[in-house]
């Protein structure tokens, strides 16, 4: 197949640093669930880490996808990350990638595991080809269109759509059959459609290039935040160029919120596009949601109707202004950064890149209110300076127009925090399975055995462990060092049978009013019913 030349990931300046995790172990030569064997690292992102592995058994090759240890602890990020599993298990299409299995490993994280796909990424595609003859762009945008139609009728929106979460193989002679990728910031709504508690309204979730107005705004969205974004992307095909740039990211969110996009005949005089193609993209990209196509189905129908008889798409003026306030500037809420950095390993030319260099931009957190996310690629040459591409998934508060104030004093540096001290884990073996807890018993740590605790800081560390029909023990560690075992014992609960009493009379000698005590069986273990605690994500969601 065509191999890719080497590209650089062109991402916006931020205000602020993020601070550098230490990278999670290599795991290569491990095996998960005595059936998936990793043989080598694919790519590495802020949240975690993807692999080549294998089924020792059929000899089928997949690629896992693994949460780094240090985020393990925190259920927010570990049920956003499974929301990925769960997401694309729901819609089950032959255009999203297939998630069959998860589980967790022995450093005490959790992973999925993929279906290993050999191409590249539309990205990869566009800045080779682009820009793309109709028949070509028609033919990716349909399937893209299915993948995520399929999505909507189970509740689910991407939230995300991009060139690189789109991913290009070869299947059934047909060298442009798209994978749709990176449910992990997916809106998974119920049955009575209201959505889960992993978003809120106000925190922008995405990648601003592809952003809808009403996303850069932190509004609730819908499924027609997808629709804008296939709007984007096929604007992309067809000219080669984004409709938006700028030197930053509220930059950018500022444009898609307020300006009209440049035309696409305008943008690309020389590829020849067609008024009906021109008309159903700007269509798609309307500020007002309401006159955007109202689903992907409609979408479709347009593509399909190109060089027919059928009616022109009509395309509304937008009605939309900046405020006008005087001098302004948009600035988000900040809080305190705390996800890492991005490294990833530079791609081969040509052979197999995988599903995981398709879904560089890994999970993000919650509670915070800026921060990058992404893959940074390795570059080997320049990218013109007409043509910048910020692709850097970032989570903002909603922007607030506001009215610097006038400073009459210097700024004032303040000192930097000390570094956070590394965590360590340590093994916690109990006579019965146990979990781990804070000392107040709030926040769970991880669970006994071989698989281990990470522990912030040198300590001491108190710990409470609890397993069921035991007395909770806590427990106190001294300055822990990485590997030590700590060994207790929880002792059993005296077992009280409970009674049940009733006005029937008993049979042996006495008044005939001596109540009768019946034993009832003790309440079943309330734990989560797994091995290792985790909740099943593929079963289905209960709103």
């Keep these: 197949m065509v191999t890719s030349p080497p590209r650089a990931q062109v991402d916006p300046p931020l205000d602020v640093s993020l601070p550098v995790i230490p990278a999670a172990p290599d795991l290569t030569g491990t095996l998960l669930l005595d059936r998936y064997c990793l043989l080598r690292k694919l790519g590495v992102g802020g949240m975690g880490t993807v692999y080549e592995a294998e089924h020792v058994t059929i000899k089928k090759r997949c690629a896992i996808k693994i949460l780094n240890p240090e985020f393990a602890h925190r259920g927010e990020l570990v049920e956003r990350f499974l929301q990925e599993a ?23 994280s959790v992973f999925f595991v993929m279906e290993m796909l050999v ?3 539309l990205s990869e595609t566009i800045k080779r080809s682009a820009p793309l003859p109709w028949s070509r762009v028609a033919g990716i945008t349909l399937q893209i269109c299915r993948a995520l139609q399929a999505a909507h009728d189970k509740g689910i929106v991407h939230r995300d759509m991009k060139p690189e979460n789109c991913f290009r193989i070869e299947r059934s002679g047909n060298p442009d059959f798209i994978k749709v990728l990176d449910f992990g910031i997916a809106k998974l709504t119920g049955e009575d459609g209201s959505s889960g508690r992993l978003t809120s309204t106000g925190m922008i979730f995405g990648t601003p290039t592809y952003m809808s107005p009403e996303q850069a705004q932190g509004e609730r969205v819908d499924h027609r935040a997808d629709v804008y974004a296939v709007g984007v992307i096929l604007y992309e095909l067809v000219t080669g160029k984004v409709p938006f740039t700028a030197d930053n990211f ?18 690309a005089p020389e590829a020849g596009i067609l008024p009906e193609v021109e008309a159903l993209i700007l269509k798609a990209m309307q500020k007002d949601r309401g006159l955007r196509f109202q689903s992907l189905r409609e979408l479709m129908e347009a593509i399909q109707d190109v060089g027919t008889d059928a009616a022109p798409v009509v395309v509304v003026p937008n009605r939309v202004s900046r405020p006008n306030t005087g001098p302004t500037q948009f600035r988000p809420r900040t809080a305190p950064i705390t ?15 995988g599903v995981a ?3 560089a931009a890994m999970l993000g957190g919650s509670a915070v209110a800026l921060y990058g996310l992404g893959a940074a690629e390795a570059t080997e040459q320049p990218v013109p300076k007409d043509t910048p591409q ?4 970032v989570v903002v508060a909603a922007p607030l127009v506001e009215t610097p104030a006038k400073v009459d004093t210097p700024p004032v540096k303040l000192p930097e925090p000390p570094p956070a001290p590394a965590p360590v884990r340590v093994v916690v073996a109990t006579n019965t399975p146990a979990e781990v807890f804070d000392a107040a018993g709030t926040q769970r740590l991880g669970m006994s055995g071989d698989v281990g605790v990470a522990l912030a800081g040198a300590g001491p560390h108190k710990l409470l462990l609890r397993a069921a029909q035991h007395e909770d023990l806590l427990v106190e560690v001294q300055d822990p060092t990485e590997g030590q075992r700590f060994e207790y014992t929880l002792k059993a609960k005296a077992k009280k049978p409970n009674v049940v009493k009733t006005n029937k009379p008993a049979k042996d000698p006495g008044d005939g009013k001596k109540p009768v005590e019946t034993p009832t069986p003790p309440p079943e273990n309330p734990g989560s019913g797994t091995k290792f605690g985790l909740k099943d994500p593929f079963k289905k969601m209960g709103g």
């Design 86 to 108: 769960r997401a694309a298990s729901m819609i089950g299409h032959e255009n999203v990638v297939e998630i069959t299995d998860f589980g967790a490993t022995p450093t005490g």
């Design 119 to 121: 191409g590249e990424d």
């Design 250 to 267: 509220m930059g950018i969110l500022t444009k898609h919120m307020f300006e009209d996009p440049p035309a696409p005949s305008e943008a």
């Design 339 to 353: 996800l890492p950095t991005v490294e990833t390993p530079a791609r081969r030319r040509g052979g197999v890149f």
């Design 357 to 359: 260099l398709a879904v």
């Design 390 to 393: 910020p692709t850097q998934q």
